[in-house]
């Protein structure tokens, strides 16, 4: 067997084109708040809440979207509102 890098493999076999971007999206993904325990876990351990709350999301998603929205008017970006998808 021929030793090889791991550079040399993905080198050949890993392809990134990209022509342009004309909008992106975000979608972040957490495996440990998929589940009760891991919901408790992340207020109680890192945010501090004694008693977890599905009242303490929201302030934290309207806080990012205001982020998110400042980022945007700040750099002269283009936004647009995601709908939701009716199945």
């Given at each position: 067997?021929i030793a090889q890098s791991v550079a040399?493999?993905?080198?050949?076999?890993i392809t990134l084109a990209v022509e342009?971007?004309?909008?992106?999206?975000?979608?972040?993904?957490?495996?440990?708040?998929?589940?009760?325990?891991?919901?408790?876990?992340?207020?109680?351990?890192?945010?501090?809440?004694?008693?977890?709350?599905?009242?303490?999301?929201?302030?934290?998603?309207?806080?990012?979207?205001?982020?998110?929205?400042?980022?945007?008017?700040?750099?002269?970006?283009?936004?647009?509102?995601?709908?939701?998808?009716?199945?």
């Amino acid at each position: 067997m021929i030793a090889q890098s791991v550079a040399d493999i993905l080198d050949r076999h890993i392809t990134l084109a990209v022509e342009g971007i004309d909008r992106m999206y975000l979608n972040v993904y957490v495996p440990r708040l998929q589940s009760e325990r891991g919901v408790v876990g992340f207020f109680r351990e890192h945010r501090g809440q004694p008693l977890p709350s599905a009242a303490l999301m929201s302030p934290m998603s309207r806080d990012f979207v205001a982020k998110l929205e400042h980022f945007v008017a700040q750099h002269s970006c283009s936004s647009a509102r995601a709908s939701a998808r009716t199945p």
